[in-house]
């Protein structure tokens, strides 16, 4: 297992499309996160799942969002007629239930421009 | 409320110690974090620290926590090129399904 992986890498749109973005976490990881990052600015939290169930999400979350974790392994997140004030890079990470000694593991994020 | 509060930038030159400092205001957050992120990359952890000890030395990392002040620094001893970077210092809040609460992030500039 490589990590966390998050596809695509970079995402270009038009203000108003739709877009989604994949996440596969740590195989054994049953949490999954997912953080936004502006920039000059930290990673801020959206929401998170405990195996298929998402537990916790941010009133970041605008309607317009919404994740998935069907089987409880990858996830998706999808944005729905995309505002140039999306524009950030979407992080996903991974953490083994409670154990959080270790930190989470990050993935590359993916960078979304709304043009 | 959650709030981690972190200074912008920090110059030092290569072979000096570097000092980052933190403050955080949840006093029920267990565990404590430092993140390396290089430009266009996700977040690495370099270390963390939990809420009950007051320090933690890990090679050329040195945590200090003082929990009643609520401030967190990572010293990072002999610093080099390779260590220029973004520094983030982030806390967990446990009620909430241990999600991280980050600063906005300390650039660190080494000079050689």
């Known amino acids: 297992d490589t990590g966390v992986s998050q596809d695509p890498r970079h995402k270009i749109t038009k203000r108003g499309q739709n877009v989604t973005f994949r996440c596969d976490p740590i195989s054994e990881h049953n949490r999954l996160y997912w953080y936004r990052q502006t920039l000059g600015q930290g990673p801020e939290f959206l929401t998170y799942f405990q195996n298929e169930a998402q537990l916790e999400k941010s009133r970041l979350l605008s309607d317009r969002f919404s994740a998935e974790r069907p089987k409880g392994s990858f996830s998706t997140l999808e944005i729905q007629r995309t505002e140039q004030g999306d524009s950030a890079m979407y992080l996903c990470a991974s953490s083994l239930g409670q154990n959080i000694d270790y930190g989470y593991t990050f993935g590359s994020g993916t960078r979304l421009t709304v043009v | 409320g959650e709030d981690v509060e972190q200074s912008l930038f920090l110059s030092v030159r290569e072979g000096d110690s570097s000092v980052i400092n933190c403050t955080y205001t949840d006093s029920s957050s267990t565990y404590l974090y430092w993140y390396k992120q290089e430009p266009g990359a996700g977040l690495q952890l370099l270390t963390y620290i939990f809420s009950n000890m007051d320090m933690k030395q890990d090679q050329r990392l040195t945590v200090l926590l003082n929990k009643k002040d609520k401030h967190l620094s990572l010293r990072i001893a002999d610093t080099q090129t390779g260590d220029s970077a973004i520094y983030f210092c982030?806390?967990?809040?446990?009620?909430?399904?241990?999600?991280?609460?980050f600063g906005a992030g300390t650039i660190l500039r080494v000079k050689s």
């Open positions: 982030a806390e967990s809040m446990r009620e909430y399904g241990n999600k991280l609460v």
